[in-house]
């Protein structure tokens, strides 16, 4: 097997990758989802056991960090057991396994995710105002939700709050949301609507600059730039007098590019080199039948055309790529 780290054409080391189990979602979140999804057949789907082969794969060429996420990460059958087989990777090469989840079903599992070694979760939440929860997923029930945090929170799991700004939609809510999420020791990451997929509505209407709310922020906050970097796309503040982090992900008003440590493999085994681009390779038949070897080879073709990093325009008349963000899972 090839031990290589993987490293890119423009010097990037791969440290970090997101692995999406599902295609499918209990919720429809309108910026995400059009009403009626179509949803891969299961055969197109990577098995439980070829998800921990590729992971397997990964580690061993130098990945450190592996965060699961969809569509929804908790409605594919047997997450539990990826996670746990996963969870067993820790210390032996894997830092850390993460989530990303829109919370329906963390009450349930939380206390398994702890066991599993699982240190900290991202969960979605966009308004705590229940019928703006529904109207913004289409069919969502906010205290399902608001029970799964908690239960994450008391399970001991650090809990980071995603929540999309939307102009018109939740943007009164954003300082109450950093006050809640200072209160319950969560972390705030906002994240500005990506032109990703064909969607009912019309995005532009919902474009929120996030250094406008920034600014608004500022106003009522005194914010301290944080010099805390994942590799990823956010950029933090620390809150005077607060411990709560606010994290902010610009991928339109401002590009991170130059930075990326990561790669991200869709359910059916294909992986893309920019959450901006249309750039893959495809590995569910390597793993299938081609061997480790030919999985490595095509992982070097990919990082080979990794671009050096996107450019979304919110304002054009397509979105800037066909495939929805539940395919890669953000
Ligand atoms: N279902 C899980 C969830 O909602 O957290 C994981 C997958 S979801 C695709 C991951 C993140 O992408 C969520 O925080 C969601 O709000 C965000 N997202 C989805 N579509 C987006 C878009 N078009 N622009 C920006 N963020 C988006
Ligand atoms: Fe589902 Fe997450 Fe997309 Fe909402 S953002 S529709 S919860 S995949």
Redesign the pocket.
């Known amino acids: 097997m090839s031990q290589a780290g993987m490293i890119d054409s423009f010097g990037r080391r791969i440290s970090y990758v997101r692995l999406s189990v599902t295609d499918r ?1 209990d ?1 429809r ?1 309108r ?2 989802m059009a009403e009626r999804m179509v949803f891969l057949p299961k055969k197109d789907i990577l098995s439980l056991e070829e998800i921990v082969e590729l992971a397997d794969i990964f580690i061993a060429r130098g990945v450190k960090r592996l965060r699961l ?5 908790l409605v594919r059958r047997g997450i539990m057991d990826l996670v746990r087989a996963l969870g067993r990777r820790i210390g032996q090469g894997l830092e850390e396994l993460t989530l ?3 919370g329906t079903q963390l009450e349930k599992v939380a206390g398994g995710l702890a066991e599993a070694g699982v240190r900290r979760v ?3 939440l ?1 308004t705590r105002d229940p019928q703006r929860f529904a109207h913004i997923t289409r069919r969502g029930e906010l205290s399902q939700v608001l029970r799964g945090i908690a239960a994450a929170r008391d399970a001991g799991l650090h809990v980071k709050i ?1 929540m ?1 700004a939307l102009a018109g939609l939740n943007e009164d809510e954003i300082a109450d949301m950093l006050l809640w999420c200072d209160a319950q020791g969560h972390d705030l990451t906002l ?7 064909e969607v009912e509505a019309d ?1 532009t209407d919902h474009y929120l600059p996030l250094d406008a709310v920034r600014r608004g922020l500022e106003e009522r906050f005194t914010l301290h730039p944080s010099f805390h970097r994942t590799g990823g796309p956010a950029r933090y503040w620390q809150v005077d007098g607060r411990g709560v982090k606010l994290g902010l992900i610009t991928p339109l008003s401002e590009n991170f590019c130059a930075g990326c440590n990561r790669i991200r493999v869709a359910a059916t085994g294909t992986v893309y080199g920019c959450l901006g681009h249309d750039q893959k390779v495809e590995l569910r038949d390597l793993l299938r039948d081609g061997g480790t070897e030919r999985v490595n080879a095509t992982l070097d073709v990919l990082l080979a055309g990794k671009p050096k990093g996107h450019d979304f325009n919110i304002a054009a008349a397509k979105p800037a790529l066909a495939r ?3 395919v890669t ?2």
């Open positions: 979602c919720l979140c910026y995400c996420t969809g569509g929804e990460p990303t989840t829109n991202n969960v979605s966009d995603n999309v994240i500005e609507t990506m032109p990703l997929g995005r929805h963000m539940s899972g953000g």
